[in-house]
């Protein structure tokens, strides 16, 4: 009834229903974006028990889809502590509506307090504009991101310090446009610990993405682990996490 009324498709943000018959239910309505995103997530943990890296898939307010990976330094439960935590404050962060680099920077001077051996963890953020398809990249300290629009690939890299590490952290901002059906491709550094040799060990993801054809993320997920897997051997060498996401028309999910 609203969307007919105000002739913009809405949709119910979080409903409030306390108990007890006296009380006032609830419920936020916010404007419903043109896009959806379809996405999977694949991961190998080193320590079986513990994997370093950590991710969250939240929707904000404003009207983004955020994708957000950490990893933090080394492997096993100190790193998924480190990277967990900075996972979980910064997704509480953007969905309360605060600005990614206050945000990034408050986790930065959390992370400083800690001691030197867990205070370091990178940060992945995508935020996908669900009204324009447009996408903002921010990486601190992260490995390459890609996307991927039938076989043409664009890779995405940024140089700049783990948080943790510098007094204000660095950021690195990107800014690129999606169009329906693209792929954007967020992968934790443990992805180029395999085997292959240095020239080839940087753009194996971008040659292999170029050649791939699939109809959705779970498959391009589950390929890129399976091509780290083989290149690390018979041991994992490091956590490797992948989160495949993709930019669809509202409804067609």
Not at 112 to 120: A, D, G, K, Q
Not at 177 to 200: K, N, R, T, Y
């Amino acid at each position: 009834m609203v969307s007919r009324l105000l002739g913009h498709n809405f949709t119910v943000w979080e409903k409030q229903r306390p108990e007890g018959s006296h009380q006032t239910c609830s419920f936020t309505l916010v404007p419903a974006g043109k896009f959806q995103v379809r996405h999977a997530v694949a991961q190998i943990a080193k320590d079986r028990a513990f994997c370093g890296d950590s991710h969250a898939l939240v929707q904000t307010k404003d009207g983004r889809f955020a994708l957000i990976l950490s990893d933090g330094m080394g492997t096993g439960p100190k790193a998924a502590k480190e990277s967990r935590a900075t996972v979980d404050l910064l997704a509480q962060l953007l969905s309360s509506g605060l600005k990614e680099e206050f945000a990034l920077n408050l986790i930065n001077t959390v992370l400083m307090l800690r001691t030197p051996e867990e205070r370091f963890a990178t940060i992945d953020v995508a935020l996908i504009d669900l009204f324009r398809g447009n996408v903002e990249l921010i990486k601190v300290g992260a490995a390459p991101s890609y996307i991927k629009r039938n076989r043409e690939v664009v890779p995405i890299e940024a140089s700049t310090p783990p948080a943790g590490i510098l007094q204000q952290v660095e950021v690195d901002r990107q800014h690129h446009v999606l169009a329906a059906g693209d792929f954007l491709i967020l992968a934790s550094d443990g992805i180029f610990a395999g085997e292959l040799g240095p020239e080839e060990t940087e753009d194996w993801v971008e040659k292999a993405l170029g050649r791939l054809e699939v109809a959705g993320p779970q498959p391009i997920a589950e390929f890129l682990i399976k091509i780290a897997e083989t290149n690390m051997g018979k041991e994992s060498k490091d956590d490797v996490t992948v989160i495949v996401a993709q930019l669809m028309p509202a409804g067609a999910l």
